[in-house]
């Protein structure tokens, strides 16, 4: 396979695995846009975190609630936080706690009852995430899970999860950020009201 065909073998396998999760996963999605539009409508917060390009997409994401998605859209800042963000206190927290409590230790004094926490993993059993879903369900925070691989242990965790049916992380990681945009503007769509 020269790269030419090789170029068009990656866009080909991305675009079927996302088509495939938006057929196999439209109800989990529109399930999880009900979450986060009603988490939002009641003034609560709406967490992301993950681990690498992960991380960035958790951070992407949260920053699509608190500025905007769509620049034709005028809407209030919605409450999001990634807690990929704090080097100060992912490093005190990995130095004093260890680092799968990086991101559980930020929740438990952030969030309340009725957030909503965004798991991202692109294999469904990073310690860290999975120690997050394990506080967030303590503290009666709603969970979500963009996951990869089999999911597990991370999916038994989450009230709603899609698992892109991939192990090949670059693919899981385009899915997931499709995913997301997705339903944040199902989201913005339902509480500024638009069709």
């Not at 905007?68 to 859209?73: A, E, N, P, S, T």
């Not at 709603?142 to 090949?168: M, Q, T």
Request: net charge negative.
């Amino acid at each position: 396979m020269d790269e030419a065909e090789k170029l068009a073998d990656i866009f080909a396998r991305s675009a079927a695995l996302k088509t495939r999760v938006a057929a196999e996963h439209a109800a989990g999605m529109l399930a999880m846009v009900g979450v986060i539009a009603d988490c939002l409508a009641a003034g609560g917060k709406v967490f992301f975190c993950g681990n690498g390009g992960s991380a960035a997409d958790a951070q992407h994401l949260a920053t699509e609630l608190l500025v905007r998605l769509r620049g034709g859209v005028e809407r209030p800042s919605w409450p999001a936080i990634a807690l990929t963000l704090d080097p100060a206190a992912l490093s005190a927290g990995g130095n004093d706690y260890g680092f799968e409590m990086v991101f559980a230790r930020p929740l438990s004094g952030l969030g309340r009852a009725g957030d909503v926490l965004v798991a991202i993993t692109t294999s469904g059993r990073s310690p860290n995430v999975v120690r997050a879903l394990e506080a967030a369900a303590a503290l009666g925070i709603r969970r979500l899970g963009l996951l990869g691989g089999s999911g597990h242990p991370a999916a038994g965790l989450c009230e709603h999860a899609i698992v892109v049916p991939s192990s090949e992380t670059a693919r899981v990681q385009e899915t997931h950020i499709t995913i997301g945009h997705a339903l944040l503007e199902l989201v913005e769509d339902r509480l500024v009201g638009r069709s």
